[in-house]
């Protein structure tokens, strides 16, 4: 299991988190998503063997979001 936070711009409301939340968390091998509005953040524990951290940052590319 790997743990990483990326840095999330253009998050703005409750709506925001749960796009992400749920976009992400739908990926195979995620098992945990949380989103800090505030510090514009998002904890992702996930498994390597599943899904990659370049298929977790498209997905939250896709929502419209962009990751650093």
């Given at each position: 299991m790997?743990?990483?936070?990326l840095n999330v711009s253009g998050m703005s409301c409750?709506?925001?988190v749960k796009a992400i939340e749920g976009a992400v968390g739908k990926l195979e091998g995620v098992s945990n998503v949380e989103v800090h509005l505030e510090t514009g953040k998002v904890d992702i524990a996930y498994e390597e063997e599943k899904v990659n951290l370049e298929e977790i940052k498209e997905v939250?590319?896709?929502?419209?979001?962009?990751?650093?």
């Open positions: 790997r743990n990483i936070t409750g709506h925001c939250i590319d896709d929502q419209g979001y962009d990751v650093e």
